[in-house]
């Protein structure tokens, strides 16, 4: 005989497993597309890309450990990033001199791709502090150091797209 604690319980697993399954096929049917959107939108708003390096150095440690990571911590790094990417852009922005329109519609699908990673991951999963370190010291050492100059956000644009080309990579091998 179950007790309403045990039904709970089970109940709870269920629509965990469902959440997660509902989660995977979105990730397989509409990430991938959304992606290509957005990195289109990411190149057409503004020139070529700079060659110029960062003074912070791209995490690829991070993206090594999470290659190996369960789905669930891989889809909440999805989710991370997409949601650090988006506070980076959420700074003044007076210098740009981008297409304003591609910089609207990159953020909006942006916002979606996270509004859809954010239903596929619980609240309480903590971030990936380091991940959240490496875009905070990106946010100091680049946007506020150069004072949030066009050379500054066209390095942000060049990180942003290192990013979210890797986590094409990730979410391609999730399933």
Known sequence: MYTMQSWTCIFLIICSV??????CDWIRHHYG???????SL?????????????PVFFPRSLYRHIDDAEVEDQVRFL???IYQITKLFDGNMKSVTWDKKNLDDFLNILERQLENLNSCVSPAMKPEKRLKRYFKKLNKNVLRKMNYSAQAWELIRK???????RLDILAAQMY
């Open 18 to 23: 469902q959440s997660v399954c509902h989660c």
């Open 33 to 39: 597309h959304l992606s290509s959107e957005y990195l």
């Open 42 to 54: 990411l190149d057409q708003m503004g020139g070529d890309i700079t060659k110029q390096d960062a």
């Open 79 to 81: 989710k991370e990033t």
């Open 159 to 165: 990180e942003t797209k290192r990013h979210l080309q």
